[in-house]
């Protein structure tokens, strides 16, 4: 009778081929930096971004976010060890993976997290509140509101929508009630899509997934996208049809991208059985990120050109 040899799938990244600082790096999580590039969005749309002034905030407000993200995510690291040494990706992660102890990733999060507030004192109290607001409320997902249906989507949206408020607040731009909605929005729709393919990558196994998975179901999780993503749509349409007036409505040009966009995620949700890592869509499939990279020039060049 033949054998099957089943191999554990962090056999590939062996504890000591991964150097001390390799780990360091890795644990950081760079490619999720990219959502950070929300904080970018408020100055791109009141079409200050490129005043010297502001681009060297907006720059120190970048790395700032991203350090004090990368703690919540050692931090998160940290919790889920046991959990993500299950997991076909997560369990290749240095702490899960035995390659960063977690003695020595606690004092590397303590640094990161500290180097991050400094920053943000630099820029301003009310930017300083954000950053703590943000870790508290990633403090409490990681021990308990992570497992808390509906709530779970919730917070993560709200991480977006601060990553959005902060950079308003860097560089001193008027926050509009139109752009936190379809921040919220959006971010509620990328949310609800990771939850939909956690759920179907494991197939009910509840060794491996996510205790808080086993309270959705694909139909709920199909209802809700449906709902946010008439609402994102909806939104962003207001929020470009109200934000100028008369024959300067230009902004409206740029909602074939948001819709296209939103369509083409959703196509790779159902069809392509992704949507697990939005940052890894934005540059794995060429669709988004042409898409992405159009809308970016068409807001700047109407800020710029056709609205000053």
Known sequence: MEVLNIQNPCSSVPDHQMGIIRALLWVLRPKQWTKNLLIFSSPIFAGNLFRHDTMILMSIAFVCFSLAASTVYIMN????????????DNCKRPIASGALGVPAAIVYSIF???????????????FTAIILVYFMINVFYSLRLKHVVIVDVMIIATGFVLRAVSGAVA???KLTPWFILCTLMLSLFLALGKRRYELQLFNGDMSKQRKVLSYYSTALLDQLITIVTAMTIATYALYTATETSGDKRYMMLTIPFVIYGMFRYLYLIHMEKSGGKPEDILFSDKHIFITVVLYGLSVICIKRYLLS
């Open 112 to 126: 990161l997290f500290a180097v991050s507030l400094g920053l943000a004192y630099y820029i301003g109290v009310v």
């Open 77 to 88: 690291d940290i919790v889920d060890r046991e959990k993500d040494r299950l997991h076909p």
């Open 171 to 173: 560089a001193g731009d």
